[in-house]
């Protein structure tokens, strides 16, 4: 059993948003909810980078620990899900997360919230799998369907990199580990004027 | 309800105590871990990846039952990613990853990821409308098409066939593109253009006339190899997101220095490794500067240039005068970045140069694209693999439009105008020549270049003397946007001053929205997921986009209306003479004719094929190594020869046997030249030694002709003398050298000459512009009496413009993306935070930008450290305000696109290039104040 | 705690990188330094988990361990003390046959239960969320996060004419020391008057924190249900709706006991206006009637 999870390599991310849209395409999101972001420092200037968020499956989640009625959960494979019938859009989850992952689309008394969103790792949510139901409330269940997730399947410069935590570290350690002959390898600068 | 789950609340606990205990939730936490983590893989940065994502366990349930998987192409841009379709029922349900496709991995950009939106929009035109006193009315098409057609043939009864201009689209098959030509030609006019015009036209011109063929000479994936990657004039990060991919790869696997020159510190600039600033227009004086630092560092290929290059003495001799120094005054780029930038040019070899827009949109866009590709010439890295020009380009079929030439100077497969090119497009199509002459006004029409996308409203509007008996009367816009155009707001008066303008596209687009009379008619064509066809892509690969759904509403294919229209001018017979079935046949067609560039070898089947088993390319060299393809290389890169030829996937590789795609330099020339500047004789054929393996002569040689007597390798309709030149071991069209020193252009070597409406009056006085060109594409176009040194005094910044990753082109269908609007909600202009404070504006501003041209447009303020002081950078897709007014009412009910803003293209200033008529919209002059 | 994950151990490995990096030879300062991913790793933990660090923990450690079970304590503590309070000293008993004084006018009667109905309807609502997963959440937990925000509403309206017409009668006074040396009196079965006019320190503490304290609820509320301003403010701002919202439930719950039950017929003085001279004269002997 793998423990999934999130990376964005920040050297290859290009601030092209494919992954945004890719997943509010994938799970008919409303405008407005963003269950993941590209966000960048250093705008035009030497240093720039950009990269990708959303939820990141966080090993002892603190939105499971704050959320007042028990919506979130967690998988065995490291996935933080929400129940979206169970939630009562209390926000706290909002306050309680690091990344600003949960969203929350207007519900329909008092302006008030309606339930939480996020992302599902494409895992669709509690209810049958592959229902009516879990298209509506959680979009596709893609994991079900053994493929990753639309976010990094469809991230053009393959920046952002999602599934076996084992796997994805390999990539990246390997990523560091090439990119560590060239430029930014440790001492070559001083040692060989860079090259 | 009962506990579902049991948890600790301490938070510090394990996490192994929060396990779901949902028996439902348990099952399915089961996933197919190895299968979704075996897809991961794709992201390594293994060259190897070329299998297909691990199917999920056959006990997984499908979520769409019965669904099929339909593979197309993306119509975005031209880096062609592939896209693979679900449809359920002939409905698109989703947008599956097409993992395996050789090029994108399954990547795409937020365009690309949305591509579903094209057939599923709300905005999409819903059947055919007209306006009748300023409302939109809908009818049938039977009725449309009858009333256009009357309308047309009414226009060429009373003021001749010129007096109509076709504007035809980069965005259609290349089968639709090649019709688009096509149609024009039996129509009897020249004028027609499209897109490329004011895209690439001047790069086609520049690097065509350097080396033979104008396009990128390797590809996205060749990339890989390079060790060197210079920019200039491109944003690769925003305007071809997914070719980063396999730039960035180069820069990592290689240690490759990626060198972005540009006015603007763009995405792609976040990326590299050196950044250079320059003014917008200096191009061609920072390159000159960086072959002259070069040269004069002994760092050029001498033995490339001796056996490869012709005119290089009288080049060197120009390059000369720009001095490390000269070019800081021009370009503003300090001498020691300048020798930097040089040095690494030197010691990374093979470098590849990349450029879009930012070159080619000037008044001397054509020197640019030439200058660019001496640079190559000096540091001998064409025809190597990791080498090239590769000239990105802009529309997803753009490639194939352009070598079908929706252009008003030439036939398809550049042919040109002359009589023998009619001679040999009226014997593929199958018509008498005399017939077709019978359509023009006379002969001098018939090889007369025609009005261009840049300039056709002027000759309806008339501010400069026209060259054509009459004005246009009427303008048909084929999947093609307005507001891309410069001084957009004289293009909308010309609308209004139409007899007839239609507008045939799958949005409204703004060209609908700006014309203001009962003039206008809208066909909804569908979009390019519902129909199918062929398309080329930036790196000449010809992929087969397949239909994914029936049009949808009561929108109709391109080919439908095209055969209709034909029917209702009375030529269909002789129109569709060759073709029974839409479109192989037509790919056919376009083949048999289009041998300079060699489209014959990719016949129908053999394009479907690749498509179909694109997983069996390596993602390296895009060669199939066995399966269905084994050998081709994939999308069969033109020119390819025959049915059995691989595709050439670098262009003047002379490593490789021309049989397996390999090429020398074309001989498209003379064999000989008295060169004017120095009056040096020189051979223009390829040194002694340098030829393709297995070649019979063992260095240049001519172009093929009379081996079938009468014709030559480009008008041999049997195709004997591309199969005996290769035979021999020879390419068609001979064996020759790249020019340095183009003789037909009247900058013979490249040379700076300041922009039309430049912010530097001492520089006018030492470059200036060209003469005044009075038949230059049928009417007058302004260069040294425009060029006024006093413009500066009150209009002190530069103005430029580009493009943002979320939309593309005129940003018709992208606009209307609720995902998109939702990321770029509105239009903006950057400035420098030092200008701002200089004008009191603050982030967030409503400011009035106007041109010299009269133009103004109210945006706002984006401050920014992207641009320097002097200039402002807008991007250009964005449309349905003018001069402050909101066009939102004249749009059809329910198909206003989510995001409205002002055009930048109406404060986009005057200016042409000298040899294509590209508009000058990278470079001009403003004036800005609050609003 | 391993929640930054890559990031951080990466930036921690790459320090020494960026050591070197410090030293670039300055002839080649014109190539722009990548520099080492971990700077932009560093820079974007700033971004994501920087605030995170100031109340994100305080709050997430708060509402994870803290809040449910002081407003448990509260709600089963305080009527277990009471219950006690009523077995041991049993309610206050007065001569209701006797002369009746004129105690709330119509329109206090009417505030006064416009903010109670409203008020009990807070507490209610508010525990239900904050109680919500012994509830196992949903529909009825969310229709009662309505109700919350519906009473907040009308407890804010009706907070604002009971606070102006009793303010003169809540102004403290020396007496109320008195009263709470004794405790109101409440801990002795006998009847001797005791130190307070109109509303005794009890009831002002109650009135103060009900009225001052529930503008505080209504403001920190405001932004719950909005989501105005920065998450670390949210955050601030609903660890004070918490730990005051479990004062006001534990005052509420007095205020519950006594009207209900320590003084027998309290309640209605509050339905008819009238409270018995018995009363008064011992438990607001100051009272001038």
């Not at chain 2, 100077?409 to 593929?428: F, I, M, Q, T």
């Not at chain 3, 004419?161 to 040396?181: Q, S």
Request: include cysteine; glycine fraction near 8%.
């Amino acid at each position: 059993m793998g423990r999934m999870k999130f990376l964005c390599d920040v050297e290859r991310c290009i601030d092209c948003n494919g992954c945004v849209v890719a997943c509010k395409e994938g799970h008919h999101i409303p405008v407005g909810v963003n269950r993941r972001r590209v966000i960048s420092i250093n705008q035009g200037e030497m240093g720039e980078k950009s990269i990708s968020v959303a939820c990141m499956h966080c090993s002892d989640a603190p939105c499971i620990a704050v959320c007042p009625v028990d919506a979130i959960y967690q998988r065995d494979d490291g996935i933080v899900l929400v129940s979206k019938k169970t939630c009562i859009g209390c926000g706290y989850c909002f306050m309680a997360c690091p990344f600003g992952a949960p969203q929350f689309p207007s519900g329909q008394v008092f302006g008030a919230r309606g339930a939480m969103d996020k992302c599902t790792f494409c895992a669709g949510g509690p209810e049958e799998t592959h229902s009516k139901e879990e298209k509506k409330l959680y979009g596709q269940n893609r994991i079900a369907e053994g493929k990753v997730p639309l976010c990094a399947a469809m991230c053009a410069t393959k920046a952002l990199m999602a599934g076996d935590a084992d796997v994805v570290a390999d990539v990246y350690r390997e990523r560091v580990f090439t990119r560590g002959s060239g430029a930014n390898a440790w001492g070559w600068d001083r040692a060989y004027k860079k090259k | 309800m009962a506990q579902k789950k049991v948890r600790s609340t301490h938070i510090a606990d394990s996490k192994s105590t929060r396990v779901s205990l949902n028996p439902k939730l348990a099952r399915r936490s089961f996933l197919k871990i190895s299968a979704a983590t075996a897809a991961l893989t794709g992201v390594a940065m293994t060259s190897k990846f070329t299998r297909k994502a691990m199917a999920a366990d056959a006990a997984v349930k499908d979520p769409y039952p019965g669904s099929k998987k339909v593979k197309t192409i993306c119509t975005h841009c031209s880096v062609a990613c592939g896209i693979i379709a679900e449809v359920q029922n002939g409905v698109w349900v989703r947008q599956e990853v097409a993992t395996d496709h050789p090029l994108s991995r399954g990547g795409h950009c937020c365009k690309g990821a949305s591509a579903i939106d094209m057939v599923t929009s709300e905005k999409r035109l819903k059947g055919p409308m007209k306006r009748v006193n300023g409302k939109w009315q809908k009818l049938s098409w039977d009725q449309a098409l009858d009333e256009v057609s009357q309308k047309l043939l009414a226009i060429r009864d009373n003021d001749g066939p010129d007096a109509v201009h076709w504007n035809g689209s980069a965005k259609v098959s290349t089968e639709m593109a090649y019709l688009q030509r096509k149609l024009a030609a039996f129509w009897g006019t020249n004028n027609i253009d499209h897109q490329a015009r004011i895209c690439h036209s001047t790069t086609v011109a520049g690097v065509a006339n350097t080396w033979g063929y104008g396009a990128m000479t390797n590809s996205v994936n060749d990339i890989r190899h390079s060790k060197l990657i210079f920019f200039i004039g491109s944003n690769a990060a925003a305007a071809h997101p997914v070719a980063m991919q396999h730039i960035l790869h180069a820069k990592e696997k290689n240690n490759a220095p990626v060198i972005v020159v540009d006015p603007r510190f763009t995405r792609t600039a976040a990326k590299a490794t050196d950044y250079v600033r320059i003014r917008s227009g200096s191009d061609t004086a920072f390159v000159m500067g960086l072959i002259n630092a070069i040269i004069e560092n002994d760092w050029h290929d001498k033995e490339f240039i001796r056996a490869r290059v012709a005119g290089f003495d009288e080049m060197k001799a120009v390059a000369k005068a720009y001095t490390p120094e000269v070019v800081e005054d021009i370009a503003g780029v300090p001498p020691e970045q300048l020798l930097h930038i040089a040095k690494l040019l030197a010691t990374h070899r093979p470098g590849t140069v990349i450029w879009c827009m930012g070159g080619t949109q000037h008044s001397i866009g054509s020197s640019n694209t030439r200058a660019y590709c001496i640079l190559q010439l000096v540091l001998g890295n064409m025809g190597v693999s990791g080498g090239g020009t590769n000239i990105l380009r802009g529309h997803d079929n753009v490639q194939g439009a352009t070598d079908m030439c929706v252009l008003s100077n030439s036939l398809p497969a550049y042919y040109g105008l002359k009589e023998g090119s009619w001679k040999h497009w009226c014997r593929v199509w199958d018509v008498d020549y005399e017939w077709m002459l019978g359509r023009f006004k006379d002969k001098e029409y018939m090889g007369k270049k025609g009005f261009t996308l840049a300039r056709w409203y002027d000759g309806v509007n008339q501010e400069d003397e026209l060259d054509q008996y009459t004005p246009l009367k009427s303008v048909i816009f084929w999947g093609c946007a307005s507001n891309s155009q410069s001084q957009f707001h004289k293009l909308k008066k010309a609308l209004d001053k139409m007899d007839l303008a239609v507008i045939i596209d799958p949005f409204p687009t703004i060209t609908a929205a700006a014309c203001e009379k009962d003039n206008v008619y809208l066909l909804p064509s569908s979009s390019q997921y519902e129909t199918s066809g062929s398309t080329t892509s930036t790196s000449r690969q010809i992929q087969w986009r397949y239909k994914v759904v029936e049009p949808v509403h009561d929108c109709r294919d391109d080919y439908w209306i095209m055969s209709e229209l034909c029917k209702r001018f009375g030529f269909a017979e002789e129109f569709y003479k060759n073709i029974k079935q839409v479109p192989e046949d037509i790919t056919l067609e376009l083949g048999r004719g289009s041998l300079t560039i060699g489209y014959n070898g990719q016949t129908p089947e053999r394009i479907k094929k690749h498509t179909d088993n694109w997983h069996t390319f390596n993602i390296d060299d895009m060669q199939a190594k066995g399966g269905p393809c084994d050998g081709d290389y994939y999308g069969m890169p033109w020119p390819c020869w025959t049915e059995d030829h691989p595709g050439t996937p670098i262009l003047y590789d002379v490593s490789k046997t021309v049989a397996e795609g390999g090429l020398p330099f074309r001989n498209r020339f003379g064999v000989e030249k008295t060169y004017d500047a120095s009056g040096r004789k020189e051979n223009q054929l390829a040194a002694e030694g340098v030829y393709n393996p297995g070649s019979q002569v063992k260095g240049g040689y001519p172009e093929f002709k009379d081996i079938v007597p009468g014709t030559n390798w480009k008008t041999d309709l049997s195709q004997k003398t591309l199969k005996e030149a290769i035979k021999r071991g020879q390419a068609p069209f001979g064996n020759a050298r790249a020019r340095c020193v183009v003789w037909n252009f009247p900058d013979q070597v490249p040379i700076h000459r300041e922009p039309i409406h430049s912010p530097r009056p001492d520089l006018i006085a030492k470059f200036p512009t060209y003469e005044d060109q009075p038949k230059h594409f049928r009417l007058l176009t302004r260069y040294k009496s425009e060029q006024k040194p006093e413009w500066v005094k009150e209009f002190p910044l530069i103005l430029t413009t580009g493009r943002l990753v979320e939309y593309m082109g005129g940003g018709a269908e992208t606009r209307s993306n609720k995902y998109l609007a939702e990321l770029q909600p509105e239009m903006f202009f950057e400035i420098n935070i030092k200008t701002a404070n200089n004008y009191s504006i603050r982030n967030g501003d409503m400011v009035w930008i106007e041109s010299p041209n009269g133009g103004r447009i109210k945006v706002k303020a984006k401050i920014t450290k992207r641009i320097d002081e002097h200039t402002i950078w807008m991007p250009f897709h964005f449309a349905g305000y003018l001069e402050g007014r909101s066009l939102a009412d004249n749009y059809p009910e329910g198909t206003v696109p989510y995001v409205l803003g002002e055009s930048a293209n109406v404060v986009t200033n005057y200016g042409y290039d000298i040899v294509t008529q590209m508009q000058e919209t990278k470079t001009g002059l403003c004036k800005i104040s609050k609003a | 705690m391993k929640r930054i994950l890559i990031p951080a151990t990466i930036a921690v490995t790459g320090m020494l990188a960026a050591v070197v990096y410090a030293g670039t030879d300055p002839a080649l300062v014109t190539s722009i330094d990548a520099g080492p991913s971990t700077a932009a790793y560093l820079q974007f933990n700033e971004i994501f988990t920087g605030d995170w660090q100031q109340y994100g923990k305080l709050f997430t450690s708060l509402q994870a361990n803290l809040f449910s079970r002081i407003f448990l304590l509260v709600v089963t503590l305080v009527p277990v003390i009471f219950f006690f309070h009523y077995l041991a000293i049993g309610p206050k008993k007065f001569d209701h046959s006797g002369p009746q004084i004129y105690y709330f006018n119509l329109f206090a009667r009417i505030i006064h239960w416009l903010a109670a109905i409203s008020f009990s309807l807070l507490v209610i609502t508010g525990l239900l969320v904050i109680l919500g997963k012994m509830l196992g959440g949903g529909a009825v937990i969310r229709n009662g996060r309505s109700v919350h925000i519906l009473s907040a509403i009308i407890f804010t309206i009706s907070a604002i004419p009971m606070f102006l017409m009793w303010l003169k009668d809540m102004l403290p006074a020396l007496c109320d020391i008195k009263w709470l040396f004794i405790i109101g009196g409440y801990l002795s079965k006998k009847k001797t008057p005791v130190p307070a006019a109109k509303f005794n320190a009890g009831q002002k503490m109650w009135f103060w924190l009900a009225t001052l304290g529930g503008f505080v609820m209504a403001y920190t509320g405001y932004f719950l249900w909005s989501f105005q301003g920065s998450v670390d403010n949210l955050r601030l701002m609903v660890i004070i709706h918490n730990f005051l919202g479990a004062a006001l439930t534990a005052l509420f719950l007095v205020h519950l006991y006594m009207s209900l039950f320590a003084i027998a017929g309290s309640l209605g003085s509050m339905i008819s206006g009238y409270k018995p001279q018995d009363e008064i004269d011992i438990l607001h002997s100051r009272y001038k009637y």
